[in-house]
C-alpha cells in the first residue's frame, strides 16, 4: 500500500501565486489533516477533514483553503502565498483517533 | 480542551546515556489515547506507540519504554543506552474519541541529539 502520498515533494512560489499540494491516501481512512511545520518548531493544525463533504479549520486556517469531494483526497489551496507561508506541510490521515495517524512524507515550500 | 505539553525542547546526552523525554497532557476525555512520533533528520514521522487510557501498563519495545501514569497525565518516553540514530524530533500526542471533531493534538515536540 502507498499510504498517504503527498506531491509536490518541493516547490518555490513567488509572493501572491496560488498553488495546489496535493494529498491522497489509500487506507480508507474518515480522518484527514493538514499540519505545517515551521522550521524547529511543532506541527500546527491548519485543517481538517472528518469525512467526504465535512472540513473544519484548525489552529493556523487563514490563507489556506481545502475540500474533500471523496474520502481519498484531501487537496490544500494556498490562495495568495505569502513569505510567512514558507513551511514543511504535512499531510495525515487516521481511521479514528484512537488509531495512529499516518503521515505523508511533506512538502517542503519556499515563498519568495 | 485538550492539551499536550513537552517542556524540554533541546535534549544533549552522549552516546549510551540514559534519557527520558516528558510529556504532560490535558484533556477531560474519560477515554483517549496517547502516541508517539519520531522525526529524524530526514523529516519523515514515523509512529511509535499508542496507548489508551484505560491501559496504564508500561511497555518496553527493546531500547524503549514508555511510563503511562494517569494520576500524573504524563507519558513518558524513555530511551536506554542511546545511541546516535535515535537522534531526532520527537513528539508525544494525544487522540480522542470518535465524534469530537478534531481528532489529534501534538506536542511542540523534544530534539534529542546524541553525541558520540
Known amino acids: 500500500n502507498a499510504g498517504v502520498t503527498q506531491t509536490p515533494k518541493f516547490r518555490i512560489l513567488k509572493i501572491g501565486q496560488s498553488m495546489t499540494l496535493q494529498c491522497t491516501q489509500d487506507?480508507?481512512?474518515?480522518?484527514m489533516y493538514w499540519y505545517r511545520q515551521d522550521p524547529g518548531m511543532g506541527l500546527k493544525l491548519i485543517y481538517y477533514s472528518v469525512g467526504a463533504g465535512i472540513t473544519d479549520k484548525g489552529e493556523v486556517p487563514n490563507g489556506y483553503n481545502v475540500s474533500r469531494s471523496t474520502t481519498e483526497d484531501f487537496p490544500l489551496r494556498l490562495l495568495s502565498a505569502a513569505p510567512s507561508q514558507t513551511s514543511v506541510y504535512f499531510c495525515?490521515?487516521?481511521?479514528?483517533?484512537?488509531?495512529?495517524?499516518?503521515f505523508g512524507q511533506g512538502t517542503r515550500l519556499t515563498v519568495v | 480542551a485538550q492539551k499536550v505539553t513537552q517542556a524540554q525542547t533541546e535534549i544533549s546526552v552522549v552516546e549510551k546515556e540514559d534519557v527520558t523525554l516528558d510529556c504532560v497532557y490535558e484533556?477531560?476525555?474519560?477515554?483517549?489515547?496517547l502516541f508517539w512520533y519520531k522525526q529524524p533528520p530526514s523529516g519523515e514521522l514515523v509512529f511509535l506507540i499508542r496507548?489508551?487510557?484505560?491501559?496504564?501498563q508500561n511497555e518496553i519495545s527493546g531500547r524503549y519504554s514508555w511510563n503511562f501514569q494517569k494520576s500524573t497525565s504524563s507519558f513518558n518516553f524513555t530511551i536506554t543506552a542511546s545511541q546516535v540514530v535515535d537522534s531526532a524530533v520527537y513528539f508525544c500526542?494525544?487522540?480522542?474519541?470518535?465524534?469530537?471533531?478534531?481528532?489529534?493534538?501534538f506536542g511542540t515536540g523534544t530534539s534529542l541529539t546524541v553525541i558520540p
Open positions: 500526542a494525544l487522540g480522542r474519541r470518535p465524534n469530537t471533531g478534531n481528532q489529534f493534538y
Open positions: 484533556t477531560r476525555d474519560t477515554t483517549y489515547y
Open positions: 495525515a490521515s487516521s481511521y479514528l483517533g484512537r488509531t495512529e495517524a499516518f
Open positions: 487506507m480508507n481512512h474518515n480522518y
Open positions: 496507548r489508551n487510557s484505560f491501559d496504564e
